[in-house]
């Protein structure tokens, strides 16, 4: 079964940090682009950060630059996206995303396999 499956989310403080994991089952990560993306109630759903096949470059959003950091690690066929200095607007649903051959882009209908999600709440 081809999937992706999000862990790491959970209830932090504002300044706190979470690392998210992106695990793939069925298919191997390291030939596809990962995004990340979040979805806060009543927004839309916006790209976060995305790693690239070839040379590993990372893409993040202006929000989350200097915060945020995306890794692969392909002996365990996950992506990370680690979150340090949290806010409470970074709060939303975080999904995975794998777009196969492809660079890097926040066109999310783009992505082959999606996660199911993991909640990221930051509140005091």
């Known amino acids: 079964q081809l999937q992706l499956v999000e862990s790491g989310g959970g209830l932090v403080q504002p300044g706190g940090s979470l690392r998210l994991s992106c695990a793939a089952s069925?298919?191997?990560?390291?030939?596809?682009?990962v995004g990340w993306f979040r979805q806060a109630p009543g927004k839309e759903r916006e790209g976060v950060s995305c790693?690239?096949?070839?040379?590993?470059?990372?893409y993040y959003t202006d929000s989350v630059k200097g915060r945020f950091t995306i890794s692969r690690d392909s002996a365990k066929n996950t992506v990370y996206l680690q979150m340090n200095s949290l806010k409470p607007e970074d709060t939303a649903v975080y999904y995975c995303?794998?777009?196969?051959?492809?660079?890097?882009?926040?066109?999310?209908?783009?992505?082959?396999?999606w996660g199911q999600g993991t909640q990221v709440t930051v509140s005091s």
């Open positions: 995303a794998a777009d196969y051959h492809a660079p890097c882009t926040y066109y999310s209908p783009g992505y082959d396999y």
């Open positions: 790693i690239s096949i070839s040379d590993g470059r990372t």
């Open positions: 069925g298919f191997t990560l390291d030939f596809y682009a």
